[in-house]
């Protein structure tokens, strides 16, 4: 069964810190890994796919890279509104295609 | 603008009274799918539907029916909502590709209390 685990479960930041998300998973054969920020009591927005080990994607202040067994989502010189939760998940690469969701990494960004 | 849309978008109802919550999404998606977040449990699909009236279960499917009539439909029925099922609700949609990569949109969900 796939399983995918973030840390930290949480994280403060001064504007400005920059920081490291990590998302580490196990599942039967890398078939890529998404990205998404979620704003509370909205819906997730999607930021990145990851398909292949070494691939790297940007996007303003955040930098995803991924490994063969984990992901991280870097965080550059962050602004108060970076504030989010951020979530990782695996395709399933069955008829289902139902998304394997990390718990997410709740961040607060601090001016 | 491309779009999943859901409604309501907040819910109070009682126990088994039966109601309706509507997906809809304008980006011609043939996959659409229902989750459910809860604290502690993360997001878990109920349903997902592969094309026009092609749907099947998700991890927890339980309590719940779908229809799939239009492709730019997909709507979760609780016939008989329960405390249980008190939970804030996401339809989400993506074209259905060759790989699973496909990336999966998420309208802004709905949350439901049963009382």
């Known amino acids: 069964e796939d399983q995918v685990t973030q840390s930290p479960e949480a994280l403060r930041l001064q504007e400005g810190e920059s920081s490291s998300l990590n998302c580490s998973y196990t599942v039967s054969g890398l078939r890529g890994l998404f990205w998404y920020r979620q704003d509370p009591g909205k819906g997730p927005e999607f930021l990145f796919t990851?398909?292949?080990a070494g691939e790297e994607k940007e996007k303003e202040r955040l930098k995803a890279t991924l490994t063969k067994k984990e992901s991280f989502l870097h965080i550059t010189a962050p602004k108060p509104e970076d504030s989010a939760t951020y979530l990782c998940a695996d395709p399933n690469d069955t008829g289902r295609r139902a998304l394997t969701f990390g718990s997410g990494t709740r961040l607060q960004v601090q001016p | 603008e491309a779009q999943v849309t859901q409604n309501p978008r907040y819910l109070i109802t009682v126990t088994g009274k039966k109601l309706t919550v509507t997906c809809s999404q304008n980006?011609?998606?043939?996959?659409m799918s229902w989750y459910r977040q809860d604290p502690g449990l993360g997001l878990r699909q109920i349903y997902y539907?592969?094309?026009?009236?092609?749907?099947d279960k998700g991890d927890v499917p339980e309590g719940y029916k779908v229809s799939r009539k239009e492709k730019r439909n997909f709507p979760l029925i609780l016939e008989s909502p329960s405390p249980n099922q008190t939970s804030l609700y996401f339809c989400?949609?993506?074209?259905?590709?060759?790989?699973?990569?496909?990336?999966?949109?998420f309208g802004p969900g709905t949350r439901l209390t049963v009382l």
């Open positions: 989400a949609s993506s074209l259905w590709g060759q790989t699973a990569t496909d990336t999966q949109y």
């Open positions: 990851l398909y292949s």
């Open positions: 539907s592969m094309n026009v009236e092609v749907t």
């Open positions: 980006m011609n998606h043939e996959y």
